[in-house]
């Protein structure tokens, strides 16, 4: 069985949503758009930050896929099997077919629970948690608000990530929390563990989140990259980064952020580059074998922060490209980079980070948005989420 579309979107996550959303205006209507996405549920991850800590509400964060597919456009309810770019088509779970004029790729990003021994295992039991599923993510309060002390380790994988500033955030929440509410702090160290050798990439904002660690009384471990958990006996064992060395350090808190890769229907496919992410052009999204693929997002091989404010940026671009190739003109529009990351630093401040592939500065407002501020907490937690589900996921914003 064969069915043919104009545009085919594989992913209903933000960016393919989004991309739908602008289509479908740009068309007047979703006619002879098909969007492949397998989940009945849609999450907006970015406030999980925040469920972790306690302070926002995990429903909140769920919505039916069904609700959110624009008008007009077709849902298909399966997974995408094998790509065949040479021949304009693609081949889904059920064995189906579908061809295409124009396809978009926008299937995020895998989250490889399996990449550290024990994880799963260990995974909501004995101080271990992880805010990065909606599953697991009640873990994280359950731990934090039971954690009476010892060593609280927050780790960051050798990978790229969704959010790249998601796990310091719940780190200096959790540090808040021990300090301010449950009076704990004097009895807890706190380490963040990361294979990097800095807590952020972004001059600007590394000073401030120096000066935050610092205030904090949190330890760095630099070049530390987290390889098993031994939950028998509580222990962390990291990998120093460019040696032979482990280093093991012994547990009463671990929030884990598991290592994460692009989907391996996308990896084993011609798309891939060859760290596996969709091979696109940086300004243009358009693919760079293929003229008729496009990508965004998190499986794209766009090399900036993956997050949902990149690619509130990208989707625009990418449409307007697209027509411009299908009326026969070069692709117009640049992306140059651009990714928000609004760091957390605790309960009632925020640091703004935004940012282009230059990693020079690309603030929204007119204020130095490196100092930590009360009014960008409040936009995190109340008004991005409304800003999502009615202006990005609607093509408006």
Known sequence: ?????????????????????????????????????????????????????????????????????????????????????DHDRLSLASGEELSYDQLVVAAGIQIDWDGIKGLREAMGKGGVCSNYSFETVDSTWETLRNFEGGTAIFTTPNTPIKCGGAPQKIMYLAEDYMRNKSKVRDRARVIFATPGDGIFSVEKYKRTLEKVVARKGIEMALHHNLIEIRPETKEAVFQIIDSDRTETIPYAMLHVTPPMSAPDFIKQSPLANAEGWVEVDPHTLQHLRYPKVWSLGDCSSLPTSKTGAAVRKQAPTLVTNMFDVIEGRQPSKRYNGYTSCPVVTGYGSLVLAEFDYDMQPAETFPFDQAKERLSMYLMKKYLLPPLYWFGMLKGRA
């Open 1 to 85: 069985m064969s069915r043919h579309y104009r545009i085919v979107i594989v992913g209903g996550g933000s960016a393919g949503i989004s991309v739908a959303a602008r289509l479908a205006h740009k068309l007047g209507g979703g006619k002879d758009i098909a969007l492949v996405e397998p989940s009945e549920k849609h999450y907006y991850q970015p406030l999980w930050t925040l469920v972790g800590a306690g302070v926002s509400d995990k429903a909140s964060t769920v919505r039916p896929e069904a609700g959110l597919i624009p008008k007009g456009v077709t849902w298909i309810k399966d997974r995408v099997a094998s790509f065949d770019p």
